[in-house]
C-alpha cells in the first residue's frame, strides 16, 4: 500500500517509487512512502487562497469550537491509533501521551482561547500607551495572523502529538499548517489526518499532509509563512540554512534532540524518599517509548559517594522492565522504530564506550515476551558508567537515541551544574532534593541551558508529569543543541503564528481598530441606563456618567464595623496624621462599593451578574468631606457560545474611573458582567 498525501483538498499518491516502511516489531511491510511528484506548490497556494482566507474570517472562539469539535473526534478514534502505533515498536502505555496526549493539547487550546482570547480575528496586547502630553496621540499593540502557511515537519517518534501540538495553536492563531511527519511512522499521522479531514470541522485548505519527502516545498515559501522543524540538530541546521529561508527570513523554529539530565542533589541518602524517586525516574524515562523520546534523560548525575548505589539499584530495576511484543500488556520495553535505527543506537553505544563502560544491558542476545529472540528492531535497557565526566567529551556530545543512559559522579553542586552545562543546551533537566538552597543553587546555575527544570521531592511528587512530559501550558524548547526554538507555552504558541504591530494614532481610530475603548476616544452617551441594554444594543465608547456622593465620615466608621477593617489610616487620627496619607482617609473597597451604588441600575434588566473585577488601583486618597463621581464606559465586548439552557449571552468589560471634585482620579479599574443577547 502506497501511502497518500492530502494536497490542494484531494488525497494522492506520489508518482515515484517510495521507501518500505516496516513493522517495527515484526519486520513485515506496512506501507510504501513516496512524495515524488507532487505540486507543491499548488498546496502552498491551496493554504494561502482557501485554508488562511476561511481561518482569518473565523474569530478565535470559532477557530477553538472546531479544534474541540475536531479533538472530539478523534479522541472517539483513539483505539484504532492504539493498534496501529503497535506497529512503531510503542506499547499502549508509552502511546498514550502521543495519542491521547496530543488530542487533549488540542482540547487544551480550544478552551484557552475560549477563556483568554476575544471573540475577534485580531488580539489587542498589552496597555495603552500615552505618546503625547494632551493624550490625543496615542500606541497599541496588536497581533492578527500572518497570511501564509505553517510548515511543520516533525519527528519519527510522537507521530501524534508531535503534530497536533503545533497543529492547534497553528489553527487557533488563524494559519493553516502543511504537515510533514517522518517516514518511519508516516501511517499513524495519515490515519489521524484521515480522520481530521473526513469530519470536516476545520475549513477545507486548513489542513494538508505531505507523506514522503519536502521535495521543492520549501522554495515556495514567502515571509508570510513559518517552518517548525523536530528532529536531530543535523537536519535542522540543514533546514535553517534552506537558501530561500534566509534569505526571505522566513521564521524557523527548531526543537532538538538533547543530551538532558537528572541531578541527584547532594543531601539526598539512599535511605531518602528523593533517592527513590530518582531510580524510578531516570530507569522509566530510558525504557518509556525505548528511549525514543527527545526529552529522556541521557546523563545520570550524582554524587560520588553514592554512585555504586545508583548503578546498583538502577541495574536492579532495569533488569526487571519486560521487553517484546508491545501489544501485550505485562510488556515495558518496545522496540525502536526500524532496525536502522537500532544499528544507529549501537554505534552511539560502541562510541559512548570509548570513555564509559556497559554495566547493565548491552548484551546483544534479547529474550522477547511474545515473540522470537532477536526479532524486530529491539535493543536492550543499557547503562553505562563514566567515572570521569569532567574530562570526558562523548558521554557529553553523543547521543544514543535509544534505552541508553550514562552515569556519572560530581563532587560539589558546582561540579554538578558544570556537568549539566556540558550538553551545551537541553530541552530539560531534573533535580531530586527535597533540600531548597540546594535546589535554587543548582537551578540558578542550569537553567540558561535548559528551556525547562523539573525540581522533584516527595512533595510535588505524587502529582508531578514527570521528567520527559511537555505541558500544553509551559514552554517547550530549549538553547543550543536543543535547537534555540519554542513551542507551546500556552497563548505564548498561538503569538508565534502572529505578526505583532504597533499602533500609533488617535484614540478613537485605535478605538474603531482595536473594538476596545481607549481613554481620550470620543465616547457616546443615551438617555437609556446601559445596564438596560441587551449586549448587541450596547456599543464600544458608551459611558455613564453618574451623580455625585460625597463620602462622610459616617461612611468611613460604618464601612469599618461592616467589614472589621480597622486600619489605623482608617481610624487612629493620630497615627493617621504622622503617615502617608496625612490624614485619615476612606477604605480603597469602600469608594469601589460606593461606586457600584452609583452606577448600577436597581431594577432587573439584561445584566445577569457582574462577575469580576479587573486592574484596580487606588490613585489617590479620599478623606471625609471628598465629592466623588464615577465614569463607566463600555470598553470590550465578548460574545459566548450558549452552554446548556442558559440564555445567550456575553461578557461586556467596563472600564471605570472614579474622579474628586477637583476631577483628580481616586480609583481605576474594569468590571467584568454577563450581559442577555437577544438572539438564540
Known sequence: ??????????????????????????????????????????????????????????????????????????????????????????????????????????????????REFPNDVLLVEGDMERLSRNGTFVGRHILTPKVGVAVHINAYNFPVWGMLEKVAPSIAAGMPVIIKPATATAYLTHAVVTEMIKLGALPEGAVQLICGGTGDLLDHLDEQDVVTFTGSAATGRTLRNHPNLVANSIPFTMEADSLNCAILGQSVQPSDEEFSLFIKEVAREMTSKAGQKCTAIRRVIVPDRVIDTVVGALGERLAKVTPGDPA?????????????????????????????????????????????????????????RCDEPMTAEKVHSVEAFGPVATVMPYASLEDAVTLARRG??????????????????????????????????????????????????????????????????????????????ALQGSPTTLMAITNEYHPGAVESHDAVHPFMKHFEDLKIGETLVTHRRTVTEADIVNFGCVSGDHFYAHFDEIAAKDSFFGQRVAHGYFIISAAAGMFVHPAPGPVIANYGLENLRFVEPVPAGTTIQCKLTVKRKIKKAPRGDEKPNGVVVWAVEVSNQDQGLVALYDILTLVERREH
Open 1 to 114: 500500500m502506497k501511502l497518500t498525501s492530502y494536497i490542494a483538498g484531494h488525497w494522492v499518491e506520489g508518482d515515484t517509487p517510495g521507501r518500505t516502511v516496516l513493522d517495527a516489531v515484526h519486520g513485515q511491510p506496512v506501507c510504501e512512502v513516496s512524495s515524488g511528484g507532487l505540486d507543491m506548490r499548488a498546496a502552498v497556494m491551496h493554504a494561502r487562497q482557501v485554508g488562511g482566507k476561511a481561518l482569518r474570517a473565523m474569530t478565535f472562539h470559532d477557530r477553538a469550537a472546531a479544534l474541540k469539535a475536531t479533538a472530539k473526534h478523534l479522541m472517539a478514534c483513539k483505539e484504532a491509533f492504539y493498534t496501529l502505533s503497535f506497529k512503531t515498536g510503542t506499547t499502549r502505555a508509552d502511546a498514550w501521551p502521543d495519542i491521547e496526549g496530543g488530542i487533549g493539547t488540542v482540547f487544551s487550546y480550544a478552551s484557552l482561547v475560549t
Open 328 to 384: 501485550l500488556e505485562q510488556v515495558r520495553l518496545g522496540a525502536l522504530v526500524s532496525a536502522e535505527q537500532a544499528d544507529d543506537v549501537r554505534a552511539s553505544v560502541a562510541e559512548l564506550s570509548t570513555e564509559a563502560r556497559v554495566v547493565a544491558g548491552g548484551g546483544e542476545d534479547m529474550v522477547l515476551e511474545g515473540l522470537e529472540a532477536n526479532a524486530g528492531a529491539f535493543f536492550p535497557a543499557t547503562l553505562l
Open 424 to 501: 551545551k543546551g537541553s530541552l530539560v533537566g531534573s533535580v531530586f532534593t527535597r533540600d531548597d538552597s540546594e535546589a535554587r543553587e543548582i537551578i540558578l546555575g542550569c537553567a540558561p541551558w535548559h528551556g525547562r527544570m523539573l525540581i522533584i521531592n516527595r512533595d510535588c511528587a505524587g502529582e508531578s508529569t514527570g521528567h520527559g512530559s511537555p505541558l500544553a501550558n509551559l514552554i517547550h524548547g530549549g538553547p543550543g543543541r536543543a535547537g534555540g526554538g519554542e513551542e507551546l507555552g500556552g497563548a505564548r504558541a498561538i503569538k508565534h503564528y502572529m505578526q505583532r504591530t
